[in-house]
């Protein structure tokens, strides 16, 4: 479904993303995991557009994206999450979620003031999906409450309720437990599973490791910009380079050099 070929990414004499290639296959559940400052929110603003690619492809259902603009890439089919949750604080749950539909409504300002049949034909529509997936995600009786008022994780489902009302093909999801306590992840898995199950592909980028080796299919890591592993949970998380990516390497007297350093 998506294939990626050497996609790299300089900021100066920075290299974010070097060189990176992987693919996603349809109805998988796909981890980015890696260390902070690994390059992971870099690779996923590449896939959307809000970055160029220096160099590389990126192929979606066997048409390339690399270089469109974020809007042209949504409309292909795929949507998204940010690390930094991004929701009109004091407007109602539910409009936050109707404004994920913008780019697939056609109706303009002035059908809208006229009332024509079309308008109100669309604007039925955005409402009804946008209570579904609020339903979906757990929120159907937030849905008039200010987006502010929810609790951090609860914050975090209107988002993905909001990346969810277009329908995409695939859905990246960016640290989507992050500041969650363990009942609350227990609860954006099992989402995470439900939202696979009618037939989303997701790709999240996660620090949580143990949720993401209970959860994804296959997992890639990525240190300093560069995929030093990408197979199944099972052996990604025996392998010698990503344990020393995460904890450090020990030297022959037994001292533990932090990765960071």
Same mark, same amino acid.
């Given at each position: 479904?998506?294939?990626?070929?050497?996609?790299?990414?300089?900021?100066?004499?920075?290299?974010? !993303?070097?060189?990176?290639?992987? =693919?996603?296959?349809?109805?998988?559940?796909?981890?980015?995991?890696?260390?902070?400052? @690994?390059?992971?929110?870099?690779?996923?603003?590449?896939?959307?557009?809000? $970055? %160029?690619?220096?160099?590389?492809?990126?192929?979606? /259902?066997?048409?390339?994206?690399?270089?469109?603009?974020? $809007?042209?890439?949504?409309?292909?089919?795929?949507?998204?999450?940010?690390?930094?949750?991004?929701?009109?604080?004091? /407007?109602?749950?539910? &409009?936050?979620? %109707?404004?994920?539909?913008?780019? %697939?409504?056609?109706? #303009?300002?002035?059908?809208?003031?006229? #009332?024509?049949?079309?308008?109100?034909?669309?604007?039925?529509?955005?409402?009804?999906?946008? =209570?579904?997936?609020?339903?979906?995600? #757990?929120?159907? &009786?937030?849905?008039?409450?200010? @987006? #502010?008022?929810?609790? $951090?994780?609860?914050?975090?489902?209107?988002?993905? @309720?909001?990346?969810?009302?277009?329908?995409?093909?695939?859905?990246?999801?960016?640290?989507?437990?992050?500041?969650?306590?363990?009942?609350?992840?227990?609860?954006?898995?099992?989402?995470?599973?439900?939202?696979? =199950?009618?037939?989303?592909?997701?790709?999240?980028?996660?620090?949580?490791?143990?949720?993401?080796?209970?959860?994804? &299919?296959?997992?890639?890591?990525? &240190?300093?910009?560069? %995929?030093?592993?990408?197979?199944?949970?099972? !052996?990604?998380?025996?392998?010698?380079?990503?344990?020393? @990516? $995460?904890?450090?390497?020990?030297? !022959?007297?037994? !001292?533990?050099?932090?990765?960071?350093?």
């Amino acid at each position: 479904m998506l294939k990626i070929e050497g996609i790299m990414k300089r900021f100066g004499g920075l290299i974010a !993303v070097d060189q990176v290639s992987l =693919q996603v296959n349809q109805g998988e559940i796909f981890g980015l995991i890696g260390p902070n400052g @690994a390059g992971k929110t870099t690779f996923f603003n590449i896939l959307t557009g809000i $970055y %160029k690619p220096d160099a590389g492809t990126i192929m979606f /259902e066997g048409e390339p994206i690399h270089g469109l603009k974020p $809007y042209r890439i949504a409309k292909s089919g795929i949507s998204r999450t940010f690390q930094n949750i991004r929701l009109l604080k004091e /407007e109602s749950v539910l &409009d936050n979620v %109707k404004l994920g539909m913008f780019g %697939k409504t056609s109706s #303009g300002l002035w059908a809208a003031i006229l #009332g024509l049949r079309t308008a109100k034909e669309e604007e039925a529509f955005v409402h009804a999906e946008s =209570q579904r997936l609020l339903e979906l995600v #757990g929120l159907a &009786d937030f849905e008039q409450l200010e @987006a #502010g008022s929810l609790s $951090y994780g609860n914050q975090r489902r209107v988002e993905i @309720a909001r990346a969810l009302v277009v329908r995409p093909k695939m859905l990246l999801l960016d640290e989507p437990t992050a500041g969650m306590n363990a009942e609350e992840v227990q609860e954006m898995t099992a989402l995470i599973r439900k939202i696979r =199950q009618n037939g989303t592909t997701v790709i999240l980028i996660e620090h949580n490791v143990t949720m993401v080796t209970g959860l994804c &299919d296959r997992i890639a890591v990525l &240190d300093h910009g560069v %995929k030093i592993a990408d197979d199944i949970p099972e !052996v990604v998380i025996s392998n010698q380079e990503v344990i020393e @990516a $995460y904890i450090g390497k020990v030297d !022959v007297e037994g !001292v533990t050099h932090s990765a960071a350093n």
